[in-house]
Structure formats: structure tokens, C-alpha cells
């Protein structure tokens, strides 16, 4: 299944960013997505995922209230709305797809990942 992420970039601490995952996958709409981000020199670690039909979301403790992830199964995507966002949200940001569709926040319960979009907040 192949994952495509977009919308990241440079932004200044306080500022927002959306990114993007899509994927041409059929059955898109049976999986969890999540995303996961990694920093330099840091494991990479759990932000948030969906289930399947969007019926609950969670997030970590360290963007709960400034990023919401959300999906479009009409258009295959899903999104990371990310608000107010401070200089040690800076990684690279990936998105990963689950099949069974039920949230998770490992990494080795996902099954498909994308490449990966850089997202730098300066101060």
C-alpha cells in the first residue's frame, strides 16, 4: 500500500501546518492511520491515529490540543492539522496505515508507511 505525505515545511514557532497522507489503496477506508514523527537523533515516536471510519482518535500527551488528525475517505487522505506549533515539534512526520482498522500506537501494529515529510518550526 503506498503512502504519500505532503504539506510540510518551515514555519515560525506559534504558526500552523496541515499535512497530508494519500493513498491509492481500495480499501482505504478499513484501515487506522496514524502519524508518526522522528526527530535528529531521536526514536521515532507515536503523534496520533484514527480508526477506520473515524470514530475515535488518539493523540500524545505532547500535541494533545494543538494538533488534530482527521481523514477523508471520499478522497483517501488523511490529515494532521497541526496549530501553535513549538520548535521541538520539528522532525520528519510520517503517516502509516493499520489493517483491522482499530487504533494503535505502536509502531511495529502498523503495516504500511510512507517516505516521510519535513516539517522545521524556528523560533
Not at 505525505?5 to 484501515?31: H, I, K, M, T, W
Not at 471510519?53 to 500524545?60: L, P, R
Amino acid at each position: 500500500v503506498q503512502l504519500v505525505e505532503s504539506g510540510g515545511g518551515l514555519v515560525q514557532a506559534g504558526g500552523s501546518l496541515r499535512l497530508s497522507c494519500v493513498s491509492p489503496a481500495p480499501v482505504f477506508d478499513s484501515y487506522a492511520m496514524g502519524w508518526f514523527r522522528q526527530a535528529p537523533g531521536m526514536e521515532r515516536e507515536f503523534v496520533a491515529v484514527i480508526t477506520y471510519a473515524g470514530f475515535n482518535t488518539h493523540y500524545a500527551d505532547s500535541v494533545k490540543g494543538r494538533f488534530t488528525i482527521s481523514r477523508d475517505d471520499a478522497l483517501n487522505t488523511v490529515y494532521l492539522q497541526m496549530n501553535n506549533l513549538k520548535r521541538e515539534d520539528t522532525a520528519v512526520y510520517y503517516c502509516a496505515a493499520r489493517e483491522g482498522g482499530m487504533a494503535r500506537m505502536r509502531e511495529d501494529e502498523f503495516d504500511f508507511w510512507g517516505q516521510g515529510t519535513q516539517v522545521t518550526v524556528s523560533s
